[in-house]
């Protein structure tokens, strides 16, 4: 992961791909370059690609059947999430307004077919329905937290280890640890320890950059842009997800410990 991050620094994605792929045409069976290969491809986004080779290393080295099984499961919660706002698929609420989440539902329906006035009617209703969400983030104490994406505003989103896609209000939060960073495609999907009031609990994993990325800068979440919808003043986020902590915006790769003030 070392040499890979290294070279991340000073080379792009997709000239590091080009060179992995030329290494495993001179030795297909290293399972390292491949292992490294797989993740690069998930930053990169290409998932379906991606769940291809894993199906390659776990046949040539039985020994990752578990590990590769994990990462599947992650690999399959992020296509449903493109699955989602590409208007294919349904997200699972994992907790909380089923009202509020419909108006969710029916903003990502509206932008996809360019429904600028729904565009318009459904963020304004979910902004009306949103929970505040008094939470501690890294000790210090806030009176509402969201995120800056006005697509998912008080929706926090949320990879489960079973390979669904979900979504959980940001007000149903009780505490949410961020684990280190121990593999290459956790700089982008971010292995966490969750628990969710009246709901479950346990290792989950949040994606740290905004769906719409497209430059590698975005990709790696070392920078954050915004565009408006149709020429609304709704705005989508790119690159590093931000969310709004109080009156401060944070990144979310800042955060160490959440937990709902009550806990404190």
């Not at 505003?153 to 960073?181: C, K, N």
């Not at 982008?188 to 769906?211: C, E, H, N, Q």
């Not at 109080?246 to 806990?263: D, K, N, S």
Request: aromatic share 8%; charged share 20%.
């Amino acid at each position: 992961m070392l040499n890979v991050n290294s070279r991340l620094q000073n080379e792009s994605i997709s000239d590091i791909i080009s060179d992995y792929i030329q290494q495993l045409k001179n030795t297909p069976s290293n399972s390292d370059v491949r292992s490294d290969f797989i993740e690069l491809l998930c930053i990169d986004g290409q998932l379906e690609r991606a769940d291809q080779q894993l199906s390659l290393l776990i046949q040539q080295c039985p020994e990752y059947l578990v590990g590769g099984n994990n990462l599947r499961q992650l690999i399959h919660a992020a296509q449903a999430r493109v699955d989602f706002f590409n208007g294919n698929a349904t997200a699972k609420l994992l907790v909380g307004d089923q009202d509020s989440f419909q108006h969710f539902v029916e903003l990502i329906f509206a932008r996809n077919q360019g429904l600028v006035e729904q565009v318009i009617h459904h963020t304004t209703q979910l902004d009306a329905k949103r929970k505040p969400a008094p939470l501690t983030v890294n000790g210090v104490a806030y009176d509402d937290c969201r995120d800056l994406d006005d697509l998912l505003a008080g929706y926090l989103e949320v990879f489960g280890t079973d390979g669904q896609y979900y979504l959980l209000p940001f007000s149903s939060i009780h505490r949410l640890q961020f684990m280190p960073i121990s593999s290459l495609v956790e700089m982008t999907w971010r292995k966490v320890d969750i628990d969710v009031i009246d709901g479950p609990s346990g290792d989950a994993f949040i994606p740290m950059t905004y769906l719409t990325s497209l430059t590698d800068a975005e990709k790696l979440g070392k920078e954050t842009d915004w565009r408006e919808i149709s020429s609304t003043p709704v705005v989508i986020g790119l690159g590093q997800k931000m969310w709004l902590v109080g009156e401060e915006a944070m990144a979310v790769m800042q955060c160490e410990l959440i937990e709902g003030t009550a806990v404190n």
